[in-house]
């Protein structure tokens, strides 16, 4: 990895309000495709309080280096596009203000466990398909939509069971965090396998035997050992390791 | 056999030699450490029926579980279909040959052959 000479705004005649406070953004610069090595590359960015990272790659982008890849979309934690490595940890640049990371040096990085494919933008190929494999949707013969059948009634307590896990954005922060994740390139992974508990704990689904089945596997449910991190980095709150765990009830027996 | 059988083996054959490996730990209380490590005390041991009959199944349900734990660990580490099924192949082989080794040394002490 290489370190490249830092850039500052004062040494570039753009338009940018003056600013008592800065930060270094590091960031990760690299082309699979036509590098072999990592490169960092240092801005001196101006920020305020509420400035996110994700602001700051934007100001470097429209500054500085406007090659830098990053992949955004709504900037505001709900389409799941801007996860990255921030100073070591997954999490969303939109999300994470510079103010709360307190650090004078910001480095950014391409998400772990996902295949890179420019600077800060990775693949969710295998994370896509593996949601895929899941059957992320309602499974029952019944139908709302056609006439004459009636609404499917849920009581709050039964929504309960699945709201919280019906929140992944798919932004593959736990995927990133996970151990398994970086060792096991077939197990399936926290996303997909939240992804199952939501649907399985869903009393209107009836497709709770072909996903426990699928997940039933030697790179399924049984390779997570519990680090809990899946957990700890997911911006939305959906606790994938204890969805996780409430899949084994039913495998184990514990729960129909 | 599905991965939810080979997990619920994998934890019973934990908490059952837990659960033996204390009752064995008590036995050795009941003497001071060194005189329960002299050959006579051993071979008697092992000439006592149900004790010999206690460290065999701490023998089966050790070897079942750390063999399988092994098969996991290989199969985090590395993946492929060849490699997988070597892996799980030569775990139950390496497993059975460790029980087949050590019964025949728990055999071989109780009778009273050493
Ligand atoms: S479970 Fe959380 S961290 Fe994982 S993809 Fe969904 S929102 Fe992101
Ligand atoms: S840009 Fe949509 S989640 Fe960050």
Redesign the pocket.
């Known amino acids: 990895m290489a370190a490249i000479a830092p850039q500052t705004l004062e040494e570039k005649p753009v338009a940018v309000e003056s600013q008592s406070k800065s930060i270094t953004l590091r960031i990760s610069k690299f082309n699979p495709k036509t590098e072999s090595n990592r490169n960092f590359v240092d801005f001196t960015i101006p920020y305020k309080k509420w400035t996110t990272v994700l602001d700051a790659i934007l100001v470097v982008k429209e500054n500085f280096d406007h090659s830098v890849g990053v992949r955004y979309s709504c900037r505001q934690s709900s389409c799941?596009s801007c996860?990255m490595k921030i100073n070591g940890k997954p999490a969303l640049a939109c999300y994470t203000k510079i103010s709360e990371l307190n650090s004078n040096t910001i480095t950014v990085e391409p998400m772990d466990n996902f295949p890179i494919i420019r600077d800060l933008v990775v693949s969710f190929e295998r994370m896509f398909s593996a949601h895929k494999k899941l059957k992320p949707y309602i499974i029952s013969e019944d139908s709302e939509i056609t006439k004459d059948t009636k609404e499917f009634l849920q009581t709050p307590e039964d929504v309960e069971k699945y709201l919280q896990f019906s929140?992944?954005?798919?932004?593959?922060?736990?995927?990133s965090a996970c151990p398994t994740m970086a060792t096991d390139s077939s197990f399936i992974g926290?996303?997909a396998l939240?992804q199952a508990y939501r649907y399985v704990a869903d009393n209107r689904d009836k497709g709770k035997n072909d996903r426990l089945k699928i997940i039933d596997d030697s790179h399924g449910i049984w390779r997570c050992h519990f680090a809990g991190s899946?957990s700890k980095?997911?911006?939305?709150g959906?606790d994938?390791a204890m969805a996780i765990q409430l899949l084994r009830g039913y495998l184990l027996g514990f729960r129909k | 056999m599905r991965e939810s059988v080979v997990m619920k083996i994998h934890y019973g054959t934990a908490l059952g030699a837990v659960a033996l490996v204390a009752i064995h730990i008590l036995f050795r209380m009941t003497q001071n450490f060194a005189d329960s490590l002299e050959f006579e005390s051993v071979i008697a041991n092992y000439e006592f029926l149900p004790y010999a009959l206690l460290l065999e199944v701490i023998l089966v349900l050790i070897s079942i579980h750390g063999f399988n734990g092994l098969r996991v660990i290989l199969l985090e580490l590395r993946q492929g279909r060849t490699y997988e099924k070597a892996v799980t192949y030569g775990c139950i082989a390496a497993m059975a040959a460790v029980i087949i080794y050590g019964s025949r040394t728990i055999l071989i002490a109780g009778m009273g052959i050493v």
Request: with cysteine.
């Open positions: 799941g996860g929140n992944c954005i798919k932004c593959g922060l736990c995927n926290p996303q939240a899946c980095v997911c911006p939305k959906v994938p």
